[in-house]
């Protein structure tokens, strides 16, 4: 009986086995032609990969001498041979290497930098930018639902008084609408991959991550140009006085009932055009050295400026490294490009916050030019005297005719 059931077993066995044997045959991955190159990859062994499929490991008896013709030299593989000091060299960029093309980046042969920059931008950069501006918006939400809107206390006087000349508002319009294209298309291409393509699919993400980047690079231009107008229009009227004291000491009006005298720029104003301007060069130059790769490097020598000065020992830090890889310097370029353009979009979203819904009237002045004078006295009566004084010194001066 005994015997019987182990004959039994036995052939149940035997074709589960069989079944599994072939079943093994036909996943197992088909064999690679490497002898081409020693046993090191080759170009179906990175195709197979990316169609997911499961590649042969290597053959091969792991010698240069085992690769094929004039390859050896170039795909075979040292086998048990090391060198670490070699590559460590080569990992930190201290190996004297010399190429026949490609200049300076292409001596850069292991570049682990990208990682710590690949971790930066998937990680803090994209938590906390996003933090900061979704913060704003909800700040803004809170207060408005808090504060309201700020009315115009006088009633309006139907006098008109003209708060921006038209080349002051194509200036200010164009430095708008270019920053809105930039902001956006910036946020496309940091969080398309993760919020945009799982929802409107992959193909959807690659044409508009394609668009954006077109945008991006061209729209920068117009942006830089209105920089340099609006710096040049509007910068004395921004020197810091005795006035911006007392209007950061009553809030601006925006918190409690008074309101401050001001000139034709307030000392809120002022902070949101310094910010313009110094966020906004800052944003550009970092720009161009991703617009012109490896032309424009900045880091290197800003850092030995910093760490001449002591600032980095002041604040206890370590010296900042002065010898910097080509890759270095586009990976730095790109996270202060990216974190300097999250705080500039925060500011610009409260100064969008005030110049529509949350200041009764502000709009016009970027609008059609012209402001009712009850407004110009509220929140800006020493321009608003200024002017006044000039419209009356006017005819004074006309020469009387014959």
Known sequence: MRALLCYLALCLMLPLSAQAQSETEATEPAPIDRSATGGAQTLEDILARQRGEEVAPRTGDGSAASAAGDLAGQLGIR?????????????????????????????????????????????????????????????????????????????????????????????????????ILLGFTGLFVKYGREYIAPWAGL?????????????????????????????????????????????????????????????????????????????????????????????????????????????????????LPTTLAPHEEMQLAQAWHAIVSFVLMAIIVAHIYIGSVGMEGAYDAMGSGEVDEAWAHQHHSLWLDEVKAKEKEAPSSATPAE
Request: net charge positive.
């Open 79 to 179: 086998g048990s041979a090391s060198d670490p000091d070699l590559w460590r060299a080569l990992r930190y960029n201290t190996a004297d290497i010399s190429v026949s093309a490609g200049g300076d980046v292409a001596k850069v042969l292991v570049q682990d930098g990208g990682m710590a920059w690949y971790e930066f931008r998937s990680g803090p950069l994209a938590t906390y930018g996003g933090y900061l501006l979704l913060g704003t918006i909800v700040a803004l939400v809170i207060f408005y639902a808090l504060r309201g809107r700020i009315k115009i206390d006088e009633p309006m006087t139907g006098r008109t008084v003209t708060r921006f000349k038209f080349i002051e508002r194509f200036s200010h319009w164009l430095m708008a609408g270019s920053f």
């Open 203 to 319: 193909e959807f993400n690659a044409w508009l991550l394609t668009v954006s980047k077109f945008v991006h690079n061209n729209v920068a231009w117009a942006f830089m140009l209105s920089l340099f107008m609006i710096f040049f229009l509007w910068v004395w009227h921004n020197i810091p006085n005795r006035t911006d004291i007392k209007w950061f000491a009553q809030f601006g009006g925006i918190i409690g009932k008074k309101h401050p005298p001001a000139k034709k720029f307030n000392g809120g104003q002022k902070i949101i055009f310094w910010s313009c301007i110094l966020l906004g060069g800052s944003i550009s130059v970092s720009g161009l050295s991703l617009l012109f790769p490896f032309e424009l490097p900045l880091f290197a020598k800003t850092f030995a400026v910093l760490n001449d000065l002591g600032i980095t020992a002041l604040i206890g830090m370590d010296a």
